[in-house]
């Protein structure tokens, strides 16, 4: 039976034309242009500001934009673009001119859906987010004119379908009194206008994968990430540092994004419908400022691999029909989650994306987290594991030092922690954790690289890791947790099950 295709929607943010309330806000002319180009590295050989590359500093006014977007989007593979959709009331949407124009014509002709971006309108283009601008409203009467003001889009025979029903997600459903009933409301409405039903997606935002619940439990019919939220990786630490001013490090967070990627590819199975996501970089100085999120060690090698790593999750977990996976983001330039050319990259993104989607075989780089993320979706438990007691060294050379601190079960369920302490030398390991002979958790030490300790002036790196389970409460069996290198043994046990604790 042929292999169903993976269909690959990018976020896409409408931001990039002037609107009268930012201009009240923020001056006139304010686009999101404004902060990407004010942006300053934040460290040596940090690249900001990022500046676009072929499409220049566009404004979404124009229609022939919009179309040059979509015709580079489909040339590279991606099936289309979920647009934010900023709806406040009867009276108030913003940012929604590029949306009215699509509708107004039938170019650029490819897929498209909306993403309610419900929150409130806030100072956040410019990091401060507490400043209330336009307050969101989730009453009963407004159910009925928000479902209203979709209509339209729904009935474009562009407008992306599952099971035959238009999509629409929201982005965070905290908001909401009673998201149920509000679910419940916009179902009737929907029926009533002529449709099947709508398909509902909540966005797994302001939550980590722990913490997720069943999407149909809130009325949805299935949940999707949006990385960085609920992103599992260890912020990097940085020891016997050089750099003279600190008061950057002390503010900006900085994480790695190899971790997440072998994270997001060894991620298990959920019983609900979960669609797939990732970002291709991450760096919101623009918006924030000193006190931006930075995804160290983002690449197009390392985006292909982990969409790749993806694309298999996709086609092994989901069903035929549910063959999606989520872009964060197509144009997200004040936060670094940019896929569309850049003056840096060019096209590259963009040809990795391709490459990714054309590939029948997961090619990853030996030594690469995507590739360790591959062993351990295959690895099983062996029979001649050796235990390792709480708190022994776990490997000593020249280059690394690796120790298993703690470990154990308690109300909050597993925990195992440690660390790597690596001079100069990318050293990856697996910590993998198996309830009797069911692998139930995984994760990697946090990656430093010798290029990373010169970035900071620093000579050595203390890479901490930390496997967490919740769920893990009551195990089955004997839980046992085991670290492996893609190329070292240690204690002359078995490749893949070098290490062994038992709690």
């Known amino acids: 039976m042929e292999s169903p295709e993976i269909k690959l929607i990018a976020f896409y943010l409408p931001q990039f034309h002037p609107i ?5 806000f923020w001056g006139k002319g304010f686009t999101e242009w404004t902060n990407v180009t004010r942006a300053k590295p934040l460290y040596p050989g940090h690249v900001q500001p990022r500046l676009p590359g072929e499409l220049g500093f566009y404004d979404l006014r124009l229609p022939e934009v919009a179309n040059k977007q979509a015709e580079l989007a489909k040339e590279y593979g991606l099936h289309g673009f979920c647009y934010y959709y900023y709806w406040f009331s009867p009276e108030k949407t913003l940012l929604d001119r590029p949306l009215k124009q699509l509708l107004e014509s039938p170019e650029p002709d490819f897929p498209f859906c909306l993403c309610w971006a419900n929150e409130n309108w806030t100072r956040r283009w410019d990091g401060s987010e507490d400043e209330i601008l336009v307050k969101q409203s989730y009453s009963d009467e407004f159910a009925e004119a928000f479902i209203e003001s979709l209509l339209p889009y729904f009935r474009d025979d562009r407008y992306i379908r599952i099971d035959g029903k238009p999509v629409l997600l929201v982005y965070d459903t905290r908001q909401f009194l009673d998201i149920r009933k509000s679910t419940s409301i916009w179902r009737k409405l929907v029926r009533a206008a002529g449709f099947d039903d709508i398909y509902l997606i909540r966005c797994n935002t302001f939550l980590s994968q722990n913490y997720e619940i069943d999407p149909k439990v809130q009325g949805f019919d299935a949940c999707v990430e949006f990385p960085p939220h609920g992103t599992n990786t260890q912020q990097l630490p940085i020891v016997e540092s050089k750099v003279e001013h600190q008061s950057v490090h002390d503010s900006a ?9 072998f994270n997001s590819i060894t991620r298990a199975p959920q019983s609900y419908e979960l669609l797939r996501a990732l970002f291709p970089s991450w760096d919101n100085t623009p918006r924030k400022k000193q006190a931006a999120t930075i995804y160290f060690g983002s690449s197009p090698e390392l985006y292909q691999e982990w969409l790749s790593g993806l694309i298999a999750w996709t086609k092994r977990h989901n069903a035929r029909d549910r063959q999606i996976i989520f872009v964060n983001a197509w144009n997200e330039w004040a936060e670094g989650a940019v896929l569309e050319p850049d003056k840096e990259h060019g096209r590259r993104y963009l040809e990795a994306t391709k490459s990714a989607l054309q590939s029948q075989s997961l090619l990853y780089e030996p030594g690469s987290a995507a590739h360790l993320a591959a062993l351990v979706n295959d690895c099983t438990l062996s029979a001649n594991a050796k235990p390792v007691l709480q708190g022994k060294q776990l490997n000593q050379s020249e280059q690394i030092i690796c120790e ?16 790597a302490f690596i001079k100069n030398k990318k050293a990856l390991l697996a910590i993998v954790a198996f309830d ?16 990373l300790a010169e970035r900071f002036g620093a000579s050595a790196m203390r890479a901490g890791f930390a496997l967490h389970l919740p769920k893990l409460v009551k195990p089955k069996g004997m839980v046992r947790v085991f670290a492996f290198s893609e190329d070292s043994i240690f204690q002359d046990v078995e490749r893949q099950t070098s290490l062994c604790l038992e709690a």
């Open 20 to 24: 009268p309330e930012n201009d009240e």
């Open 253 to 261: 967070t900085v994480f790695d994004q190899e971790t997440v990627v």
């Open 404 to 419: 298993l601190e703690q470990v154990g079960i308690g109300e909050s369920g597993f925990y195992a922690e440690g660390y």
């Open 436 to 451: 009797d002979d069911q692998l139930v958790g995984s994760t990697i030490n946090s990656v430093y690289r010798a290029d």
